[in-house]
């Protein structure tokens, strides 16, 4: 099975920046896209930002220019590094990933999602 694990939430006062890392494990072939979700309470969940394999971002109008995805291929983790946070930004941060794995000695498509990572922005 793939697993995606998560970390680097908590709370940060307003200005502050925190580091969200997202670690791939199982028996993965290869990663397409690698992103990050985030859902606040009682709204849907929404793409913050995601990267393709060749390198391409993607990024939500409300973060752009304080948040930067980034990703080590190598340890198929991928980082969101947020600066500038706002409390709007307070919501549960999900890991989300495109990938081709092995189950049951057959390659298939994946999209795998981690379990989230609660950010908090308040003072």
């Known amino acids: 099975q793939v697993q995606l694990v998560e970390s680097g939430g908590g709370l940060v006062q307003p200005g502050g920046s925190l580091r969200l890392s997202c670690a791939a494990s199982?028996?993965?072939?290869?990663?397409?896209?690698m992103g990050w979700y985030r859902q606040a309470p009682g709204k849907q969940r929404e793409l913050v930002a995601s990267?393709?394999?060749?390198?391409?971002?993607n990024y939500a109008d409300s973060v752009k220019g304080r948040f930067t995805i980034s990703r080590d291929n190598a340890k198929n983790t991928v980082y969101l590094q947020m600066n500038s946070l706002k409390p709007e930004d307070t919501a549960v941060y999900y890991c989300?990933?495109?990938?081709?794995?092995?189950?049951?000695?057959?390659?298939?498509?994946?999209?795998?999602w981690g379990q989230g990572t609660l950010v908090t922005v308040s003072s």
């Open positions: 990267q393709d394999s060749g390198g391409s971002t």
């Open positions: 989300n990933a495109d990938l081709r794995a092995w189950v049951t000695g057959i390659l298939r498509y994946l999209e795998v």
């Open positions: 199982g028996s993965i072939f290869s990663i397409n896209a």
